[in-house]
């Protein structure tokens, strides 16, 4: 599986916009883009996903680069709700068929009140 | 979206007894089931994934006797920790994938902690 590479930790400030990098340089043609947050003591929950264009859902916004070798997850507004350890996970498709999940260490984000 | 229960959500026993964990999709029929292991401070790691009626495949250096893995309905798959040691203390997560979701989405279960005495 091709691999990611995240910040350990950011912070924020509360009500404010956070932009969360992600780095894959190895990506492939067929990977998709995954991000899931998970909450302290909780399972993982999806955020987001896209393959080439910029995707928008209500919990936020990703931004691919041109040539897909890094992506940001874009928190809009950012509240205390939203700390969590988010993930940026590439899940390959080939044929209808997904990849597993591979969990990285992804980025903790703290949100300042 | 999705729901996925897991049973119990802690538990805590002595060494050597097994641990049985129970994962059910609640909403949806999951053909394929994963079973994730995380210590503190650390990522998931994925255990093993399981196809309704068939065995569970596991992933390098996880001992499949010592974690039963049984999926014997689409709705429901179960993970049996045998003789279960303190360095088995973890948290277990579920996760189960939908096949009549349009990305096919995997969904996650609120995991189980397991501390072994």
Redesign the interface.
């Known amino acids: 599986d091709a691999k990611t590479t995240q910040p350990n930790s950011m912070e924020s400030n509360e009500e404010e916009p956070v932009h969360l990098p992600c780095n894959h340089s190895t990506i492939s043609g067929t990977d998709?883009i995954h991000w899931?947050r998970?909450l302290p003591?909780?399972?993982?929950?999806?955020v987001i996903?896209g393959l080439t264009s910029n995707v928008n859902n209500r919990m936020a916004s990703l931004a691919i680069a041109e040539d897909r070798k890094s992506s940001t997850l874009i928190l809009h507004r950012a509240t205390l709700r939203d700390a969590a350890v988010y993930?940026c996970i590439l899940r390959v498709n080939y044929g209808?068929?997904?990849g597993?999940?591979?969990?990285?260490?992804?980025t903790k984000l703290s949100v300042k009140p | 979206g999705a729901v996925v229960s897991q049973h119990p959500s802690r538990v805590i026993c002595k060494s050597g007894t097994s641990v049985k964990i129970e994962c059910r999709s609640l909403d949806f029929q999951a053909t394929t089931m994963f079973w994730y292991r995380q210590f503190p401070k650390q990522s998931l790691m994925l255990m093993a994934t399981s196809n309704e009626g068939s065995k569970a495949t596991y992933e390098q250096g996880v001992e499949k006797d010592k974690f039963l893995i049984n999926h014997a309905s689409l709705t429901l798959s179960t993970l049996t920790v045998t003789s279960a040691h303190p360095e088995d203390s973890s948290f277990y997560i579920c996760s189960a994938r939908d096949p009549a979701s349009y990305y096919n989405e995997q969904f996650f279960g609120p995991g189980t902690r397991l501390t072994v005495l």
């Open positions: 998709y899931y998970q003591s909780q399972g993982p929950e999806y996903h993930y209808g068929s997904q597993n999940l591979i969990f990285g260490k992804g």
